[in-house]
């Protein structure tokens, strides 16, 4: 997402990344609304933060773009999650072909 997100910025001719800049889907915006929701309760943004990671970038990121990392690592997260629960129903707890499923799915929608 980041590496699409640097791309928009330097098709407008920008050295930064903005968040508008970021491909977020209406599917991936409702993930983030209930990891919002979720985050409420327990509070998981402060430590997503800390490990939202990213590949080095020829474009830095904007402060706002910063901040909203976690809310987006928050909703992937949210996405996956209600992904496997489609790929499996009854799956309790997710075996590797479980999540190799997933993240086929993942890489082909983002």
Known sequence: M???GQTTAGA???DIVEPWDLPITKGLQESMHAFRKLDEEIELEPILGRLATYPPLDRALS???EARLPAVVGGLSIALA???RVIDPDAKNPQSQHWERVFQVFDRLI
Do not use: G
């Open 2 to 4: 980041l590496l699409i």
């Open 12 to 14: 407008n001719a920008r």
């Open 82 to 84: 209600r992904i496997l």
């Open 63 to 65: 402060e706002q773009t």
